[in-house]
């Protein structure tokens, strides 16, 4: 009996791997099957070969799949390849890296919600809620107000995963790895153009941050990304975690970056909710040095963007979260302000002694 060709093999290989991908997109738990049990052996086998170099393994990736889609058909047609024949490697290209974008990482945006994993209903709006919660967030923001934050990055990534290993399995993030260590891009400029702080590189299961990002961002920004690494897709329940675990690092500068970085998050809602007259009001309660720090950071960022590239990014990235299940898009980030709200106020010990 004659072997199956390896192109033969290769495509029926394709095929399934595709199949799979569709299957944990549309069967329902089939997402949180992923997370669960097949993500954190992927992502620790691809972050511990992406910790053994320095350079973003996600980045050099892609740029040598665009020169190499660029100049294959140069090449090929110089060899007299037919033009079928180049554009079928071509598409059988761009289908491995679609194959491997969800494989590696990808399929965490079909796992169950924040809310299911949590067991909790998500709240409808309340007013007194949320004025219960503006008021404790504006004391503890005010009280650990940190000018200058002095923490070196080796013990915030510390802190901050040391924190993370206490999370409860129910809510099905993976274990951070001490060989986790979140990557600079070639392009940071770029990054900083379009008001990008971190990413997470799905290829090889990397967390990127911005360098050049303010000492007050550097905690939040971190735990933000490494909730992506760790298996969250929701940018909202980044968020969430990045709170979280922020607010609950044994640092007081950890703490701080914590409460800082969702001030902006914190006040579109007091905005939208409350109306100007109470937001004018609650402005008044944030200490003076806090509002001039976030008015520092915006200052600081708008010098660095580029109109133009960051309405292009917005469109694509919009539309990207949107495909990935997440249909509010961008707002997505705003949102977890309800995941906030949806628990109650002593959930995090409660959930640690149970």
């Known amino acids: ?34 997370a669960c049990c097949i993500y954190p052996a992927v992502s620790g086998c691809l972050s511990r070969l992406a910790s053994l170099v320095s350079f973003s393994l996600c980045e050099a990736l892609v740029v040598a799949t665009v020169v190499a889609l660029l100049l294959y058909p140069i090449i090929a ?24 974008f969800y494989w590696g990482w990808g399929m965490n945006y079909f796992r169950d919600s ?22 404790i967030y504006t004391d503890s923001l005010n009280s650990t107000y940190k000018k200058d934050l002095n923490v070196s990055q080796p013990d915030i ?6 924190v993370y290993a206490e999370v409860p399995n129910k809510y099905g993030l993976t274990h951070p790895e ?11 400029a770029l990054y900083s153009g379009v008001g990008v702080l971190g990413y997470m590189g799905p290829f090889f ?16 920004t971190y735990a933000h990304e490494l909730a992506h690494l760790l298996g969250v897709s929701s940018e909202a329940e ?20 914590g409460y800082f970085g969702l001030l902006p998050y914190v006040a579109v809602n007091v905005r939208n909710l409350l109306g100007d007259s109470e937001y004018s ?6 200490r003076p040095e806090v509002i001039q720090q976030l008015y520092d950071k915006q200052a600081y960022w708008d010098v660095r963007y580029n109109k133009l590239l960051g309405k292009f990014q917005n469109v694509v990235y919009n539309w990207y979260l949107k495909s990935n299940q997440i249909p509010s898009g961008q707002k997505n980030y705003a949102e977890v302000i309800g995941m906030i709200l949806s628990l109650p106020e002593n959930w995090w010990q409660g959930s640690l002694e149970n």
């Open 77 to 100: 047609r110089r060899r007299r390849q037919t033009w079928k024949s180049i554009v079928g490697r071509e598409l059988e290209v761009l289908l491995w890296i679609y194959v491997w």
């Open 238 to 257: 980044a968020n969430f975690w990045a709170y979280q675990v922020c607010i609950h690092a044994d640092d007081c500068n950890i703490r701080y970056s």
């Open 281 to 286: 009001k609650w402005l008044s309660m944030l």
């Open 205 to 220: 299961d990397e967390s990127h941050v911005n360098h050049e990002l303010l000492p007050v961002q550097l905690p939040f």
């Open 114 to 135: 924040f809310f299911e994993r949590a067991e909790v209903t998500p709240c409808s709006y309340n007013e007194q809620r949320f004025k219960q919660f503006l008021a």
């Open 1 to 34: 009996m004659k072997k199956p060709r390896w192109k033969h093999i290769r495509w029926i290989t394709l095929a399934l791997l595709l199949a799979g991908v569709c299957m944990f997109r549309f069967i329902s738990g089939a997402g949180e099957f992923y």
């Open 178 to 188: 001490s060989f986790q260590h979140p990557k600079q891009s070639f392009c940071n």
């Open 157 to 162: 990534e510390q802190k901050i995963k040391s």
